[in-house]
């Protein structure tokens, strides 16, 4: 059996990830204007950026993605986010997720809205998967998404199994019990694991993946998107995006396992690909300008990256605001002139099979970018 | 937020711990045989049950004495459950208030001598930084959790937890390993129980805060905005309390200069707060409508969290996070208002606080509101198992790895909003999973984490001479639960034993047989939703 399914991945990047030294606008002058002692050179110099379209150039630690890039299978925009107006990390990765600009608007996260819908007769635990410890809001009003931080552990020991421990749990837990439904969805997940056993699934094509927490992740991830199991949507976390100081070092480790997860997930998938939609996200970007620490300040637009089949890659989607003062929201943040919820409609519309978007997005009109060929 | 290395806690764990072998052991079970092998085959089973099922299916509610410890506590321990019987909830919540007042026999005498580097300062701990990291991460989380699990004075420790979450630093965080030690002994364990903006106060200039949030960094000629907005929405008015951008953008200025001396320091000692005045900024400022005059120095700073500290937004934003913490994740405005109230006419005396909080109805009527945390969950079993025996010395890195399967190790949570603490957050399939495992694993007679052995729980005198498997499921449900169960539960589980032994429900069993189900019932008593609703 092969699951013939579109997927999804949602990356988050916890923290508020710059855009402005992953994604290098050196074609404007302004950029080192403003950081003048955190910037990355433009391309041809030591440690200089990548250039991808004379104006835009990649951080040198996304190296690894570059390849993707040319081979058209990733695209990039810039200065995206959801203009929800907040720079409270909490608040802001809350609505971000929910798909709003208004907290009041909608508790139920957008793609458990978009599941919700879309109920198809997939019956599995695994149809909805959070690789982490909890349930991120982002699947709120979905179906009993399963979270699982570690495929591996996600199991009874067979004494376990032995002393009948299952069968007396499912009776304890019965409905409606308190935790019934979040107990049943375990047992039943329990009972899929034992047969689709996507853990003992090794890495193909030579794939290597980083030992951090997110390459584990993404490993885990493809070793679902392998098995037999109808996996549809899964979501995980990149953290520490957080670089109010000395960001040129951090970020160049945050980014570099960024690339390398990604770039090792995108070749043990292979073929794979083609059914998988890889989507790269923050809550907001920071400020434009450097503050005394070396790093920035919470600020407003920032990257996303979309990779995988279909996708209408190597260039970059934007249209850039500019970064002189009068700019600049607030006249110190990059404006956000794509709505991260353009991105993430047309990925619904065009890959994840014919919803009916507004109703993911009530509040918001769509118009596609282009994203997908 | 953070800038943090993120650490692979299953290798810090097998680096950590090379006494006992049993680390690697989790998740690679030893299988069940042992039972199987004392049991005779299986045969028929008890008679099938044809009475008319109850009328309601639901969870019996406990005693309003027990729903205090359960909220009060780290789980309900079966003597507390007879003090608080016999004093009435009143006397026993005055007392828990008093904590000081309550006999703590030699248990932070006897974590000084286990865990020493949790007593230590900067200065000490950076002489043998960075090697030393692991220890001290060792000592600072097992001295948590030994007093989380033994302390009498339970509402304390709850409200250390409280305020190391609503203060939180992540401990592995560049210096971060030898300033949250003192930064637990003295801002949140000096405070806990004592003035909110004393606790502020001390929080404000905690080396290990000024660090983990970037503060010490702070200057005049380019501020840095973490401390102040953290401080703002996560410390006092809370993220809707009523500040701006300007606002944060003042704050930080009024905090720049707020530093800590760095190691060789040729004038002081590593890990002191200091004051720099050569990179302040001593213009005006206007913090929420309030002015503060040019030339401040380092009162801009504490000016600035005395407004903050008697805010009203700050009033109800502490008050409903206390709301949250011991009665349910959504608590009624009336509930909080009155809470709030407490706060504002104390001035921050968080006794009087709580003491307000648990005169409410809603905390006095109300039980099983939610799921309750990895602490209870893991303190509280050792708790409801009671064990009769002195601190061991050899379970730290145990209780490291079961919490940090969990989910909730201490000091851990890399960002600054701390653990949450609502259900919503909690109840997960992957967290029920773990919490199953880790009943069954930990208590059971082949558990791969065995705490039972560390603790030599003696379970026959929970049995007080059961022999049968219906009057075992009785006695330890009446000594493990402490509270009802439901009439068609005790029937599920005795399905469940004759079916697995093949013997009918009042056959005495061999003592071998008693032996290893006794564990077995245990682990599936505290895997149970009685158990973990809080």
Known sequence: MTNNQNILICIFQRGAADGLNALVPYGDPEYYNKRPAIAVAKPGNLNGAIDLDGFYGMHPALAPLKSIYDAGELAMVHATGVPHGSRSHFSAQDLVERGITDKFSLNTGWLGRHLAQDNNAITSAFRIVSISGNVPVVLEGAEEPLALSDIESFSFDQGIIDAGYPSILADLFRTPLPFSNTAQSALSALDELSTAKPGDIKPDNGALYPTTPLGKKLKQAGQLIKSTLPVEVICLDSDGWDHHESLPGFIQQSLSDLANAVDAFYTDMGTNMQKITLLIHTEFGRRVAENGSLGTDHGTGSLAYVLGGGVNGGQVFSQWPGLRDQDLEMNEDLKITTDLRTIQSEILDKRLGGIDVNTVFPDFTYSPLGLFT | ?534
């Open chain 2, 1 to 534: 937020m953070d800038k943090t290395k993120t650490i692979d806690i299953p290798s810090l764990l097998n680096s950590l711990h090379t006494r006992r072998e049993f680390l690697t052991l989790f998740g690679k079970g030893l299988g069940y045989t042992a039972l199987a092998a004392t049991l005779p085959a299986c045969g028929g089973g008890g008679g099938d049950d044809t009475e008319p099922p109850a009328p309601v299916d639901q969870i019996p509610v406990a005693s309003k004495e027990y729903t205090t410890l359960k909220r009060t506590s780290f789980g309900v321990h079966r003597d507390e459950l007879e003090t608080i019987n016999n004093m009435g909830i009143d006397a026993y919540l005055e007392q828990q208030l008093d904590h000081l007042s309550i006999n703590d026999g030699n248990l932070e005498s006897s974590l000084k001598s286990l865990f020493p580097l949790a007593f230590q300062t900067p200065t000490q701990l950076y002489a043998g930084f960075p090697e030393n990291i692991t220890d001290t991460y060792h000592d600072v989380i097992s001295a948590t959790q030994y007093r989380q699990i033994f302390s009498k004075r339970q509402l304390y420790e709850v409200m250390v937890e409280f305020w190391s979450d609503h203060f939180n630093i992540h401990l592995l965080n560049g210096l971060g390993p030898t300033l949250k030690p003192t930064d637990d002994l003295q801002v949140i364990r000096a405070n806990a129980l004592g003035n909110f903006q004393n606790l502020l106060q001390a929080s404000a200039s905690s080396p290990s805060m000024l660090f983990y949030l970037d503060n010490f960094f702070n200057q005049a000629s380019a501020p840095n905005e973490n401390y102040a907005r953290e401080l703002m929405e996560l410390h006092t008015l809370g993220v809707d309390g009523g500040y701006t951008e300007t606002d944060i953008k003042e704050v930080a200025r009024c905090f720049t200069g707020w530093s800590i001396r760095f190691p060789n320091d040729p004038n002081g000692n590593y890990g002191d707060f200091i004051f720099n005045p050569l990179i302040h900024d001593n213009d005006e400022k206007t913090i929420l409508g309030n002015t503060i005059a040019a030339g401040g120095g380092q009162t801009d700073g504490t000016q600035v969290l005395n407004i903050l500290a008697t805010h009203p937004s700050t009033a109800q934003f502490i008050a409903r996070k206390l709301c949250i913490r011991f009665i349910s994740d959504q608590p009624d405005q009336s509930t909080i208002d009155t809470v709030a109230q407490a706060f504002i006419t104390s001035n921050g005396e968080i006794i009087d606080t709580l003491r307000a909080l648990f005169s409410t109805n809603a905390f006095r009527n109300t039980s099983d509101q939610k799921l309750c945390r990895p602490s209870e969950y893991l303190a509280g079993m050792i708790r409801a198992l009671a064990p009769d025996t002195d601190y061991p010395s050899d379970t730290g890195a145990l209780f490291i790895l079961a919490q940090s399967i969990l989910g909730q190790l201490p000091f851990n949570w890399a960002t600054p909003d701390g653990y949450p603490d609502t259900q919503s957050y909690w109840e997960n399939t992957g967290g029920l999973l773990n919490r199953w495992r880790l009943s069954f694993l930990s208590y059971s007679s082949v558990g791969t984490i065995p705490i039972i052995d560390v603790f030599q729980i003696d379970y026959s005198a929970m049995l007080n001479g059961a022999d049968t498997l219906l009057t075992m499921v009785d006695a330890l449900s009446d000594r493990i639960l402490m509270r009802p169960l439901a009439d068609k539960d005790r029937e599920l589980l005795l399905d469940w034993l004759t079916t697995e032994t093949g013997q009918s429900d009042s056959t005495p069993l061999p003592a071998v047989t008693v032996d290893q189900l006794t564990p077995l019932i245990a682990a599936v008593l505290l895997s149970s939703a009685y158990y973990q609703l809080r």
